[in-house]
Each structure stands twice: as structure tokens, then as C-alpha cells.
């Protein structure tokens, strides 16, 4: 008989006991919908994203870690720009392009492309900085270097008392803007009481 196999859970393939793994091709070829995108999770922060892309006017958008492209089309819906969406997945891209045929979705690893895109006015970091960690220096020097005078918006997740992984860089909505040296021109944080988690979303000016 064939032992029954444990069916792993999407966070295995990329943080498990605060060791990040980065296993997203595979992750993407067996969970059907990991973080529940189809649903948009953390919708406070990500109507705070869409709300800095108009107050700001800005007409182009970088969106780095598109996964599925659900976030892709919101923003699509609420402002009329198409991101250029890129994600380091190529079933991920494959599947977003399936859902969303008219959109823009690009297999492309932003830790080594980034500056292939200094065209564009924005760059949005939606639930991707745990994953780019180790790349997060290099990037911003990049970007002091190309996207002088355009915008970062970050959309993170911190975690209530219980955060594993990334601690040495920050863990709060505070020690992130201290740590990322562009201007502040907005944040915003939000949380229910029956939440683990604490959405933010900050934009920088370059």
C-alpha cells in the first residue's frame, strides 16, 4: 500500500520555522491559490496602494511579485493603468495571463532586472519584501541610481508578537520607514482586533 503523502501547505515552500525556502515555481505547480489571492487579502492596504497610485497621479506602475495578477486587476479597474506585472514564477505568469489575457504579465526576477524598468514612474513592493531580503540594499542603491524623483509603494504585513523571519531588519511599519532612505510621503497602518496581522502601506519619494 502507498503511504498517504502530507499535503504541504503554500508557507512550506517559502518561510517555514523562520527559514525562508523560496520555492515559488513549486509552489505555484501545487497550491491552486496560495495566500488566498483570489480573495485579495490585506484589502485595507492594498486600497491604501491603489490610493497613493491617484493621489500622486501616477501613470505607470512596476508591480514586482504579481503572483496570479489579481492585485494587477484591481488596480487596473480602479485607476485604468496596466502594471507591468513580473514575477520570478514562470506557472505564475502562465495562470495570471489565463485570467487576466488583458493585462501585461512578464516572468522576470526583479533582484536581477530591476533596472530594466526605469522608465516606469513607480515601483510597488505588494507582500514581497520578506522574500527580497538579502537583495533589499542592492535594490535601493539601484534605485537612487535610476528611479531618482519616482515613487516605491510598499504593501507589508507585520506580524502581532510572532514574526520569525526578517527581525534583523524590521518588524514594524516604523522600523520599515526608518529603514527604507527615500522621503516619506504617505503611511498608513490597519488591523482587527480578531487579526495576527498588522497591514501597512507606505510610498516614497525616490
Known sequence: ??????????????????QFIGEFEKMYKHCEDPWMQSKQPNKYSRMAGILHIKNFGIKSVLECGCGLGYYADWIFKETGIIPKSVDISDTAVKNARKLFPYLDFTKSDITKDLIKYREIDSILFAEILWYILPDIDALIEIMEKEFKDKYLIILQVFYKGSQKYGNEYFTSLNELTEYIPFKLLGSCEATLASDSTIETCTIYEI
Open 1 to 18: 500500500m502507498k503511504k498517504n503523502l502530507k499535503i504541504k501547505s503554500y508557507h512550506d515552500y517559502i518561510i517555514k520555522d523562520g
